[in-house]
């Protein structure tokens, strides 16, 4: 007898937690939360409630204050909570100490990142990468993880290296990171190896904050079928495909996206993911124009860049999604300033934006809306620098 296929799958229930420190508002805190909600609902758990505390300063022991942890405590007994996701790093005698508290798994922004690379990777060069990541962020909190590490059942925030191969002896998994970096650095020339095998043609990198359109940007151009999806980091590989716009050839990437305090475990394992954004000759940083927040996930991606020491290729901004942009415009006999919803998409375009990073486009891909204007400013920019590195070739244009 066929058993029927079981496609409720019960999903975890979690709490987000966030601290609004002397840097930051309630408002910034609560978008912080609904994107670490996001984050939970790709790692594939519900998150049902969000807690918030203004702390100046963490408390060592328990990051939080009593009283909240007791409003917690009361709030997973109440509605059978799985797990406490806190939007920060935390130490591992923090994690000993809250869950003691509050009587389920806690995790952290950084552990519940790890856990949905490990879900999204596919190949096993990204598999060494996560896993690697994922040791060198448990090597230093071994003492406090390994009460629940004993008994663990899977589950979000556990997945990978702790449900098989994880010993109580910290040299054990320091010899585990060392097999492991000597893996990737084989895996790092023989990706090195393939991109001086693709000669001297012009290399484009589509970077930005996760999520913002970057592979369906990815397949308009280069008609391929690279996986894109409404989720955060949907792609962890680097997919390279070689792209003709004119009679002009070039190699455009589709890199891994960024996000607020990406876990430096990764940026580091990633090194030959990244190094194809380092190689490029061209970046074309693509933002989310409908997202509230966009200014900051702008910085956020310069500042990733910097600290990856990418200094002198040229970046043009893409502003994605204008069908998604929600203008509302202000009353006439409304005299209070105005605020960014108010501000029109034509408005936009002639404020700080283009100014300030002329050329910059504002493109939807999803409806294919200014792609013509976006393929001619790519052929021109990929144009000037095959002018100069092939100055014979004009039979190309």
């Known amino acids: 007898m066929i058993e029927p296929v079981v496609t409720d799958i019960k999903k975890e229930k979690a709490v987000l937690i966030g601290v609004i420190n002397q840097h930051q508002t309630q408002e910034e805190v609560e978008d912080y939360l609904k994107e670490l909600a996001f984050l ?49 790093e935390l130490s591992a005698s923090q994690f000993r100490n809250i869950e ?34 994922q040791y060198q962020y448990l090597l230093p909190r071994l003492t406090g993880l ?37 893996r990737l650095e084989k895996i790092d020339k023989q990706k090195s190896t393939q991109r001086k095998n693709r000669g001297r043609m012009v290399r484009v990198s589509l970077v930005g904050y996760t999520n913002v359109g970057k592979s369906t940007i990815m397949n308009l151009l280069s008609k391929s079928d690279v996986f894109a999806e409404n989720k955060l980091f949907a792609t962890l590989d680097t997919t390279v495909r070689k792209v003709v716009i004119g009679n002009l050839p070039f190699l455009l990437s589709d890199t891994v996206g960024f996000i607020r305090k990406l876990p430096h475990q990764l940026v580091e394992s990633f090194k030959s993911t990244l190094d194809e954004v380092r190689e490029s000759d061209i970046l074309l940083h693509v933002a989310d124009i409908s997202h509230p927040n966009f200014e900051e996930q702008i910085n956020i991606v310069n500042q990733t860049l910097h600290e990856m020491n990418v200094y002198s290729q040229p970046v043009y901004l893409v502003f994605n999604k204008i069908d998604l942009y929600n203008h509302i415009p202000k009353d006439d006999d409304d005299l209070t300033p105005a605020e960014k919803h108010n501000i029109s998409l034509d408005q936009l375009q002639q404020t700080w934006m283009a100014r300030n990073n002329d050329p910059c486009i504002f493109i939807s891909a999803k409806e294919k809306r200014n792609i013509d204007r976006f393929r001619n400013l790519i052929y021109e ?17």
């Open 40 to 88: 939970t609902e790709t790692a594939g758990a519900r998150p049902l409630e969000k807690f918030f505390q203004r702390v100046d300063i963490p408390n060592p022991r328990t990051y939080i204050g009593s009283g909240k942890l007791a409003e917690i405590e009361a709030y997973v007994k109440l509605h059978n909570i799985d797990m406490a996701i806190f939007d920060d």
């Open 100 to 133: 003691k508290m509050i009587g389920c798994r806690v995790i952290d922004r950084t552990n519940l990142i790890l856990d949905i690379f490990a879900r999204r990777a596919k190949t096993s060069h990204a598999r060494t990468q996560v896993e690697l990541a």
């Open 146 to 182: 390994w009460t629940h590490l004993e008994r663990q059942r899977g589950g979000i925030g556990l997945r990978g290296p702790g449900e098989t191969e994880i010993e109580t002896d910290r040299r054990i998994v320091r010899d585990k990171i060392a097999r492991l970096q000597q």
């Open 381 to 397: 920019k990929v144009r000037e620098i095959h002018e100069k590195r092939y100055p014979y070739n004009d039979f190309l244009y």
